[in-house]
């Protein structure tokens, strides 16, 4: 099966090289879960030959450079093209676009004979819809990845403009008529999918070769770590994570967060009022990975009851779960039950009940984390990697 790969995935070196350079910062939980994808695929080429077509994560208003003409990459051995295109309001789109148009229409001629789809990413306006237009032009099958649902994401609260309402109804449309569905939740396909089309949950992918890179017990920090890494929102129950953390009485313990968002600028206020909490702000992923082996505990307080945790899966918890770090997180209604066994459940999502659960845990032994978190990392490594995932939708596929 020949596969064409549309989303904004680029190389390690392109991405650390856009987000030093940026002054808005690339989405890295994207980022990683397409590299991984792609690198799933590129461990099954006696089953699909994959090309990737990129549309780089930048914007006028983060990046001076203006000309961006990159030459041929590769991820994993995979060939990645990147979109050209002038780095200016509405050119860009319209430079994105047309490529993307002609590029579609003559791979699908170039492969006529052969067994083919194409796979996008729903989150880039720009390439869904020149994607979408091509393939239903040279009826070509289109597969669409929908890791978070436009207009339910928590970012487009705090984010209103023309081109975010003309974003979203766009997305809305386009998000139906789709071939072939991979959602992160089966509650997504509710939503999605009104034709009954073809639906499979990959809730997320982590990646198979991480567990060479943990951290014995013995150099775990001597103090006891809080982690949280990612978007800075009370409606993500960051607020409350810090509240319950200040009601927490020991002088060895340390929360450290990691990330960005509208909470960033509350984060002085809540250092000079705890010394325990430290804000790193927004580094690179791989930076995090590294801290997520050192940590005691890793959290994500996500609430519940707000209505787009139905839809999405946090990337992070599986990155949280392969380091073999314990996790602790809500009973997330977009997670299967099958992860009860492996994370400490938040059962009261109040600011006592999260402080209540953080002192808990924390009063087990050393021993007893690290063989939880072990359980963890061994079950997504078995059932959730990207080799593994990727195969699984190389399947749904050809089926």
Same mark, same amino acid.
């Given at each position: 099966?020949?596969?064409?790969?549309?989303?904004?995935?680029?190389?390690?070196?392109?991405?650390?090289?856009?987000?030093?350079?940026?002054?808005?910062?690339?989405?890295?939980?994207?980022?990683?879960?397409?590299?991984?994808?792609?690198?799933?695929?590129?461990?099954?080429?006696?089953?699909?030959?994959?090309?990737?077509?990129?549309?780089?994560?930048?914007?006028?208003?983060?990046?001076?450079?203006?000309?961006?003409?990159?030459?041929?990459?590769?991820?994993?051995?995979?060939?990645?093209?990147?979109?050209?295109?002038?780095?200016?309001?509405?050119?860009?789109?319209?430079?994105?676009?047309?490529?993307?148009?002609?590029?579609?229409?003559?791979?699908?001629?170039?492969?006529?004979?052969?067994?083919?789809?194409?796979?996008?990413?729903?989150?880039?306006?720009?390439?869904?819809?020149?994607?979408?237009?091509?393939?239903?032009?040279?009826?070509?099958?289109?597969?669409?990845?929908?890791?978070?649902?436009?207009?339910?994401?928590?970012?487009?609260?705090?984010?209103?403009?023309?081109?975010?309402?003309?974003?979203?109804?766009?997305?809305?449309?386009?998000?139906?008529?789709?071939?072939?569905?991979?959602?992160?939740?089966?509650?997504?396909?509710?939503?999605?999918?009104?034709?009954?089309?073809?639906?499979?949950?990959?809730?997320?992918?982590?990646?198979?070769?991480?567990?060479?890179?943990?951290?014995?017990?013995?150099?775990?920090?001597?103090? @006891?770590?809080?982690? $949280?890494? +990612?978007?800075?929102?009370?409606?993500?129950? !960051?607020?409350? =994570?810090?509240? %319950?953390? &200040? *009601?927490?009485?020991?002088?060895?313990?340390?929360?450290?967060?990691?990330?960005?968002?509208?909470?960033?600028?509350?984060?002085?206020?809540?250092?000079?009022?705890? @010394?325990?909490?430290? $804000?790193? +702000?927004?580094?690179?992923?791989?930076?995090? !990975?590294?801290? =997520?082996?050192? %940590?005691? &505990? *890793?959290?994500?307080?996500?609430?519940?009851?707000?209505?787009?945790?139905?839809?999405?899966?946090?990337?992070?918890?599986?990155?949280?779960?392969?380091?073999?770090?314990?996790?602790?997180?809500?009973?997330?209604?977009?997670?299967?039950?099958?992860?009860?066994?492996?994370?400490?459940?938040?059962?009261?999502?109040?600011?006592?009940?999260?402080?209540?659960?953080?002192?808990?845990?924390?009063?087990?032994?050393?021993?007893?984390?690290?063989?939880?978190?072990?359980?963890?990392?061994?079950?997504?490594?078995?059932?959730?990697?990207?080799?593994?995932?990727?195969?699984?939708?190389?399947?749904?596929?050809?089926?």
């Amino acid at each position: 099966m020949k596969i064409l790969y549309i989303s904004s995935v680029c190389s390690t070196k392109i991405l650390e090289f856009i987000f030093t350079t940026s002054k808005i910062k690339p989405g890295q939980a994207v980022q990683k879960f397409h590299r991984l994808l792609v690198e799933g695929f590129a461990k099954h080429v006696d089953l699909c030959q994959v090309e990737v077509l990129t549309s780089l994560p930048v914007s006028s208003g983060g990046h001076k450079k203006i000309v961006w003409n990159l030459q041929e990459d590769k991820l994993d051995g995979i060939p990645v093209q990147y979109i050209p295109f002038l780095n200016l309001p509405v050119l860009k789109h319209i430079f994105v676009f047309c490529f993307t148009f002609f590029k579609v229409i003559l791979w699908r001629f170039s492969n006529h004979k052969k067994e083919r789809i194409v796979i996008c990413d729903i989150l880039n306006v720009s390439v869904v819809w020149a994607t979408f237009i091509a393939c239903k032009i040279v009826r070509q099958n289109i597969a669409v990845i929908v890791t978070d649902l436009p207009f339910y994401s928590v970012l487009n609260y705090h984010k209103e403009s023309f081109l975010k309402r003309t974003y979203l109804k766009i997305s809305s449309f386009i998000l139906k008529h789709f071939d072939f569905y991979i959602g992160l939740t089966q509650q997504m396909n509710e939503i999605i999918n009104p034709n009954n089309k073809p639906f499979m949950v990959m809730e997320g992918l982590v990646d198979d070769k991480i567990s060479s890179n943990t951290v014995p017990l013995f150099l775990k920090n001597k103090k @006891k770590i809080v982690l $949280y890494a +990612g978007g800075l929102y009370e409606e993500f129950g !960051v607020k409350k =994570l810090l509240d %319950a953390f &200040v *009601l927490l009485n020991s002088d060895d313990l340390e929360l450290h967060i990691y990330g960005f968002g509208d909470l960033e600028k509350d984060m002085s206020k809540y250092s000079e009022i705890d @010394k325990r909490i430290i $804000y790193y +702000g927004l580094v690179i992923n791989s930076l995090v !990975v590294q801290r =997520l082996f050192e %940590a005691t &505990v *890793l959290i994500n307080p996500r609430p519940t009851s707000e209505q787009f945790t139905k839809f999405s899966f946090p990337s992070k918890n599986l990155e949280y779960m392969v380091s073999g770090t314990p996790l602790l997180t809500t009973k997330l209604p977009g997670m299967p039950s099958e992860y009860n066994d492996f994370v400490y459940l938040i059962e009261d999502e109040s600011v006592e009940g999260i402080r209540n659960a953080l002192n808990n845990l924390l009063f087990k032994t050393e021993v007893e984390l690290k063989n939880f978190g072990n359980k963890a990392q061994n079950f997504v490594l078995k059932n959730k990697s990207n080799d593994i995932q990727a195969k699984r939708i190389i399947d749904f596929l050809m089926k």
